[in-house]
């Protein structure tokens, strides 16, 4: 009944849980929008000052300028330059909340946290620059935190992560077009300055300087990668469970949600010493943390937390009626959550300053008093439990294991169980062989018009027959969890041949004694750039740029100004990129033509925008063959 929303069975029977209920979600309130505003679906309206809003006919019967003269292409590339601006200053947001925690650290002002992989920050610390000899972990991490937050201002030179971490071809290129950020925060002021009112209204210009931005945006998801391993460690491949079936009916059930790992790290970390609390209270099965979003992601690689939903379907956790608290950081939460919340005993927590709600109990949480938050948040959650009616609790039975946290260093420490001396090798070969035709990586939300999970699930099947290596990140990643995509069952049942034969050496190398999950999860949304560093160390190898590899990327259910951002920079580092949504930018035949077009000129990258995820898995195919053609390896053919 509930297929036209989601394909994720827990999701389906939550629906109509919801209905029964009559409680309003995501999809009513998307129902009640339609149909959208025509001109805002094509980026044809402007509000960059109080003379508008503006907007423009795009069939050429109304008015052709706003009010200043902007035209539909500076309408456009204003838009989306906005957009990206935005993502880019949620990904840097992320990343330097991370740099401040590691300087506490290092300073001892958060006791409570501590540096979990030192190889990990000496790594780091070398490769930008720092010396190492004669100093302690501390004062190394003094010294990045440093340098870090220093990417954020203006700066005498181009951002360093970016300058560490790509291939001398693509920053050649980014040199000679000039875009290279001098400072992340600097770049998303200029976005702002250039798309206001009376300032840029070249569109080209603009767009050049979106990608520049974009450029920014990657510096600070690298930034916040490291800093996230240094300061809780690398992931390696860990087998935990997905699906709302994780939440418990004799347990006080607390889920993490949003996207940075300094709150929820902590609140599993603590939530042991607290197991008592819970018993006596009533929870025979004492405490259970689950994980949403991002933030689920964070600790699902790391600890194996189960991941209970994402994005779209966040608001049906809590109408299980088992959900004791919803904790939330930033990015990615609905304002709805309250509301929702009113008809059941869930407590609703928001942390962060700059992300509080309406409805929501407000708990500060500060680094330097990590695990008195902990604890606080904790005991809200065991208070809640308490008041639960059992006869409002409706948790489907319905789970899939996800095997999770295949970061770059896991990749290699696998491959090198083949080869050690060379750990890259074995992959170059099977993908000059043939038997892996290329790489893909999906990322991105779900998107409310589009059936939950459909489009994530039909393309990954498409290409993994046709040979493709899949990894995925963010709630990509927890809908391929929630369909049981991230397992060696899965390999067995979708792999193409080849690609299975790979996998299969691989999971027994590692000990797996059976083949490696169909689907690679490499982190959470701000960890696209771990796909980013096996591309780059593969392209370094081959003496190629970027571009001429056949890698692609694909958001298939795209709804964020985050994804902008980072689909911009995907295809600035020359990355075909596939979204499966109308983006807004269709009123601008030229912006339009920049983006599919001129850009794979300009830089390899391109979008390409296909709203058939079957259709959508053919085209990446055929760009794969191109790439292969082009480095003289043989096209791939599936019958």
């Given amino acids: 009944m509930f297929e036209d929303r989601s394909t994720s069975p827990d999701s389906i029977e939550m629906l109509g849980v919801a209905k029964k209920l009559d409680v309003e979600l995501v999809w009513d309130r998307y129902a009640a929008q339609v149909p959208q505003c025509g001109f805002g679906e094509t980026g044809l309206c402007c509000r960059h000052c109080l003379q508008g809003p503006c907007r423009i006919d795009p069939f050429g019967n109304g008015p052709q300028t706003g009010v200043c003269g902007a035209t539909a292409d500076t309408f456009v590339a204003r838009g989306l330059d906005r957009s990206i601006a935005a993502g880019t200053a949620a990904h840097s947001g992320h990343a ?10 290092a300073t001892g002002k958060a006791p409570d946290y501590s ?13 930008q620059g720092i010396q190492l000899v004669g100093k302690s972990d501390q004062q190394v991490a003094s010294e990045l935190a440093d340098l870090a937050l220093e990417e954020f201002s203006e700066r005498s030179t181009p951002v360093g992560w970016t300058m560490k971490t790509l291939t001398t071809g693509r920053l050649k290129k980014f040199e000679e077009m000039g875009l290279l950020p001098f400072g992340i925060d600097s770049a998303i002021s200029e976005v702002m300055h250039r798309t206001t009112n009376g300032v840029d209204a070249d569109p080209v210009n603009l767009l050049l300087g979106g990608i520049k931005c974009a450029i920014a945006d990657y510096d600070g998801m690298a930034l916040a990668t490291d800093l996230s391993d240094i300061l809780f460690g690398v992931p390696q491949p860990t087998v935990a469970s997905a699906n709302l079936g994780t939440l418990k009916v004799n347990a006080v059930n607390i889920a993490v949600h949003g996207h940075n790992p300094v709150l929820s790290d902590m609140v599993v970390a603590f939530a042991p010493q607290m197991e008592d609390e819970a018993r006596k209270a009533g929870a025979s099965e004492g405490i259970n943390i689950v994980g949403i979003c991002c933030t689920g992601n964070e600790v699902l690689m790391r600890h194996g937390i189960p991941m209970a939903t994402s994005s779209v379907s966040q608001e049906l956790a809590i109408i299980t009626g088992a959900l004791d608290a919803m904790v939330v950081d930033y990015q990615c939460v609905m ?7 009113e008809g059941f005993h869930t407590q609703v927590i928001t942390t962060m300053g700059i992300a509080k709600m309406p409805g929501a109990t407000h708990i500060n949480f500060e680094e330097e008093h990590a695990a008195e938050g902990a604890r606080e948040i904790i ?3 065991i208070e809640a439990f308490k008041k639960r009616d059992a006869a409002k609790v409706h948790i489907p039975d319905i789970r899939n294991t996800a095997i999770a946290g295949v970061s770059a260093e896991a990749v290699i420490g696998i ?3 083949l080869d050690a001396a060379d750990p890259l090798k074995p992959l170059i070969d099977n993908i000059v062989n043939g038997n892996i035709t290329g790489v893909c990586l999906f990322a991105g939300c779900n998107n409310v018009k589009i059936p939950q999970d459909r489009n994530f699930v039909t393309m990954i099947k498409e290409l993994a027959r046709r040979d493709v290596l899949i990894l995925a990140t963010g709630c990509a990643s927890g809908a391929f969890a929630r369909h049981g995509l991230m397992t060696p069952a899965a390999t067995e049942k979708n792999a193409g041949p080849g690609l299975k034969a790979v996998l299969t050496a691989l999971g027994n190398a590692a000990g797996l004694n059976a083949p490696l999950p169909l689907v690679l999860h490499t982190g959470s949304c701000v960890d696209n750039t771990r796909a980013v560093a096996i591309a780059v160390a593969i392209a370094n190898k081959l003496g190629v740029d970027l571009d001429k590899l056949p890698v692609v990327a694909s ?3 795209a709804s964020m ?10 295809v600035a580092l020359g990355l075909p990129t596939h979204i499966g949504v109308v983006p807004p930018v269709t009123g601008s035949p030229l912006v339009t033509q920049v ?10 990258g391109y979008f390409i925008v296909e709203l058939d995820p079957v259709k959508a898995a053919e085209k990446l195919f055929e760009v794969m063959n191109e790439r292969r053609k082009g480095l003289g390896l043989a096209e791939k053919v599936v019958a």
Wanted: aromatic share 2%; hydrophobic share 40%.
């Fill in 415 to 417: 491959l090198s169980k």
């Fill in 555 to 557: 958001a298939p259910e």
């Fill in 335 to 341: 304002p709805s959550l309250t509301k929702v919340a």
């Fill in 379 to 381: 005991h809200l959650a």
């Fill in 115 to 127: 540096i979990k992989d030192s190889n990990k920050l000496r790594a780091v610390a070398q490769r």
């Fill in 595 to 604: 983006l599919t077009q001129t850009a794979k000129d300009l830089l390899g």
């Fill in 561 to 570: 100004e985050k994804a902008v951002s980072i689909g911009t920079w995907a």
């Fill in 96 to 105: 330097k909340h991370l740099a401040h925690t590691l300087k506490k650290l």
